[in-house]
């Protein structure tokens, strides 16, 4: 499934790497665009659902305030919080059901 999703969304949004001695169980299924909302409403108009599991880094976090970051400190973080969001990933997603969701990006 994810093989499918990164071959299908690979020219549109930074699909997720990971490395060749390494093996993901593709909890989600996360993609990053700095068109993030766009795309989720184009999503959500096809009837699509998404999610941002995580809209705020962890040192930006309530959590965390006592460790005194600031914004900037983690660029890379930062940037992932405002360019993530998960697509539908579950066992029984099918190809149609993928072609579908990939074909709704475009």
């Avoid at 993609?31 to 993030?36: E, G, K």
């Avoid at 579950?90 to 059901?97: E, I, S």
């Amino acid at each position: 499934m994810a093989e499918r999703y990164s071959a299908g969304l690979k020219s549109v949004v930074e699909v997720p790497y990971v490395a060749p001695d390494c093996t993901s169980i593709w909890a989600q299924y996360s993609v990053l665009s700095d068109q993030r909302q766009v795309l989720q409403d184009r999503l959500k108009a096809a009837g699509i659902p998404t999610a941002v599991y995580y809209p705020l880094p962890l040192h930006l976090q309530g959590a965390f305030t006592h460790l005194g970051y600031q914004p900037g400190d983690f660029p890379a973080s930062e940037y992932a919080s405002r360019n993530i969001f998960s697509l539908p990933m579950h066992p029984y997603l099918d190809a149609d059901t993928q072609e579908k969701i990939c074909s709704a990006f475009k």
